[in-house]
């Protein structure tokens, strides 16, 4: 069993729909969440980050965090075409390696 | 934020040939870590470039394909070595501040390397 568990898709959906990503783990001991997109060609840009249990809200980004059952979301309101992209999540235990998912390829069509 | 570049951004090589890709960051930074990145795939990691120690790598990479220097707390160099067609990949560099900057990790834009 891997670490950490993202669906690859790819996940396609109209503009405006409301888009969620979402992360299993196993490790009961990863206390940072993070969030990345990335356009083809490019690097990952870090887009959200959560300490431990919780949301986080950002703009049209929210990052959910339930520690109790090793999930993580990531929603996108009002999608747009130019949130199509790989999204990567990724958690760590403090001071240890970070582990990214295999990510999910989102299409946003107009 | 802070800016990590990468030189070459991609490059087309020759078997048996080596290339060297450069990491440069505009702070100064003790963790640095080199991934690689297969088309469609996720991130692996190759090692950790700590400053003032000898490169860590994953299980798999070793020092003789891929050498890496760290000369300073700004910049890093990776070497991928006696190229194959095998190591046409993404290569990017990454930083971490650690809790300075929310213990989360930055990445440069990647160099595309195409080997033939």
């Known amino acids: 069993q891997k670490e950490v568990e993202q669906d690859p898709g790819p996940l396609s959906v109209p503009e405006g729909a409301i888009v969620s990503l979402n992360c299993t783990y196993s490790?009961?001991?990863?206390?940072?969440f993070m969030w990345y997109r990335q356009y083809s060609r490019k690097g990952p840009e870090l887009l959200m980050y959560t300490y431990s249990s919780g949301n986080k809200e950002d703009g049209r980004f929210t990052a959910q965090v339930d520690k109790s059952s090793k999930y993580i979301s990531l929603f996108i309101r009002d999608s747009q075409p130019s949130d199509s992209a790989t999204y990567l999540c990724?958690?760590?235990?403090?001071?240890?390696?970070?582990?990214f998912g295999a990510g999910t390829r989102l299409f946003v069509k107009a | 934020s802070a800016v990590i570049s990468q030189k070459p951004s991609r490059d087309i090589c020759q078997r048996g040939t080596s290339l060297t890709i450069q990491c440069q960051v505009d702070?100064?930074?003790?963790?640095m870590f080199w991934y690689r990145q297969q088309p469609g795939q996720s991130l692996t990691l190759i090692a950790t470039?700590?400053?003032?120690?000898?490169?860590?790598?994953e299980s798999g990479f070793v020092i003789d394909k891929f050498p890496i220097s760290r000369p300073n707390l700004t910049f890093s160099t990776l070497t991928v070595s006696n190229m194959s067609p095998e190591d046409s990949s993404i290569y990017l560099c990454s930083v971490d501040w650690g809790s300075d900057r929310g213990d989360t990790q930055y990445f440069g834009p990647g160099t595309r390397l195409t080997v033939l």
């Open positions: 702070s100064q930074v003790t963790m």
């Open positions: 990724a958690m760590k235990a403090g001071g240890f390696k970070t582990i």
């Open positions: 470039a700590n400053q003032g120690s000898e490169a860590t790598y």
């Open positions: 490790n009961s001991a990863f206390q940072y």
